[in-house]
């Protein structure tokens, strides 16, 4: 059963259903709650999941799998968006199907390519960039190990125990 | 065949929306282009894919924050060249 995204929150991801670290690709699982705050203002009478949130998921699953490669070492910020497309509309409820692969790793950032599914039928895409710095602080630290253990992030290899 | 210079000021061109005659081998990126370091990261993509390497960006910051080297090493066009030159040439030896 894959858990129902928590939108106030920003805990996008349900489950990380598929992880390759050689094809450095990862595809996760999240659900579109039926019920959200969100819905009552977008739109009330006609709840749809916000692009806005589409790109925070594809940009949330870009950045497990970075994380994954780096084996939680180093943070992922999102940095930039380009080509995002939005070619049809999530309603609460949906199972959501999320795949990234990396396009590129620089010297301090990284390209990721990534997309959303439904039901076998392609909702949104983009071009992702993000900024790749040390943990900021130990909260932060924290936070991301026990969000991987939660979403089911295979283990990997982590830098400094 | 394009110069390594030619190729970095198209790519600056198109990336930042500056006129191409605008960039010169002097030009500062930061101080005379007015690139910011968001900017360069689309850039820095764009020169990795192009030649095929990874610029050492972090390094370079890493350089210049800590008194090393200064940003006219790294960011004057024609030294940036050269730069992406020795990391071409480090790549095929």
Same mark, same amino acid.
């Given at each position: 059963m894959t858990a129902e995204m928590r939108l106030e929150y920003f805990q996008?991801?349900?489950?990380?259903a598929d992880l390759s670290l050689s094809d450095r690709t990862i595809r996760v699982e999240s659900r579109v709650p039926t019920?959200?705050?969100i819905f009552e203002g977008h739109f009330p009478g006609y709840p749809l999941m916000p692009g806005v949130l589409l790109t925070e998921t594809m940009a949330q699953t870009s950045g497990w799998l970075l994380l994954a490669l780096n084996g939680l070492s180093r943070m992922p910020f999102l940095a930039g968006v380009k080509e995002a497309k939005f070619r049809t509309f999530v309603q609460p409820g949906e199972l959501l199907s999320v795949s990234a692969a990396l396009e590129h790793e620089g010297s301090g950032y990284t390209v990721t390519k990534a997309a959303i599914q439904v039901e076998g039928k392609r909702v949104c895409d983009a071009m992702l960039t993000f900024r790749v710095v040390d943990f900021p602080n130990p909260d932060m630290t924290g936070y991301i190990r026990e969000t991987a253990a939660r979403i089911g992030l295979p283990s990997v290899e982590t830098a400094g125990g | 065949m394009s110069s390594t210079f030619d190729t970095i000021a198209n790519i600056i061109a198109e990336t930042? *929306? &500056?006129?191409? *005659?605008? &960039?010169?081998?002097?030009?500062?990126?930061?101080? *005379?282009?007015? &690139?910011d370091s968001l900017d360069f990261l689309d850039i820095a993509f764009a020169i990795d894919k192009a030649?095929? &390497?990874?610029?050492?960006l972090e390094q370079w910051t890493a350089e210049v924050n800590e008194g090393k080297a200064t940003t006219e090493q790294y960011f004057v066009l024609k030294n940036l060249a050269a730069r992406i030159d020795e990391l071409v040439a480090a790549k095929g030896a």
């Open positions: 996008m991801i349900g489950r990380v019920e959200s705050t | 930042c *929306d &500056i006129p191409r *005659d605008s &960039i010169t081998p002097e030009s500062h990126a930061i101080n *005379d282009l007015g &690139i030649f095929g &390497i990874k610029l050492p």
